[in-house]
């Protein structure tokens, strides 16, 4: 889990009273976590096994009470990987695919150069993707309202330069945020 929950401690309320689920830490990934696992058991309507359409059910349960910036990548024990991204795109998120076909998921395009996979594109905000055990990919919009909101910190501190994040180059991002101060400290 890759941000930060702005209503964790109203979650861990209702994990606690409604939810019927015991948090042991501090930690908003420890509340996405239980929140992911409550709404995959609802989603399953007393049923245990899991589909795509279920578990995209159950994303769209964590971004109905989920609030703040996150990217999600989870392994479902025996079923697969599942990754989301919230539905403001606060998070960078990026699918890759290498010559052999096997998908990996990461927070920016470089980290999927040192294992030879190819960038294929940006989760999308709201968006989750699943891959079973077989490798198949799964991808389906989960939030009813999206729009990109990426958080500037990843371009100006946290990105290396050499990424691509929802198309954008870092460098080149940092160099027109560079010029445009330079512009305005001129004007002034």
Request: glycine letters at 8%; one cysteine or more; aromatic letters at 6%.
């Amino acid at each position: 889990h890759n941000g930060n929950l702005t209503n964790t401690d109203q979650l861990k309320s209702e994990l606690f009273r409604q939810d019927l689920r015991h948090v042991n830490t501090n930690s908003d990934s420890e509340v996405l976590l239980n929140v992911l696992a409550h709404e995959i058991h609802d989603a399953c309507d007393g049923g245990h096994r899991l589909t795509p359409d279920t578990i995209f059910k159950a994303v769209g349960g964590v971004h109905r009470r989920v609030k703040g910036a996150y990217a999600v990548v989870a392994m479902i024990a025996g079923y697969g990987l599942l990754a989301f991204r919230d539905p403001y795109g606060i998070r960078p998120l990026v699918l890759g695919k290498d010559a052999n076909g096997s998908w990996m998921l990461a927070s920016e395009s470089v980290a999927l150069e040192g294992t030879l996979h190819k960038l294929v594109r940006d989760i999308n905000p709201g968006e989750a993707v699943f891959i079973d055990t077989t490798g198949k990919l799964y991808a389906q919009p989960c939030a009813v309202l999206t729009s990109l909101n990426p958080c500037i910190f990843e371009y100006v501190y946290l990105a290396r330069p050499d990424s691509v994040m929802d198309g954008i180059s870092v460098y080149q991002a940092r160099l027109n945020m560079g010029e445009t101060l330079a512009k305005r400290v001129v004007s002034t």
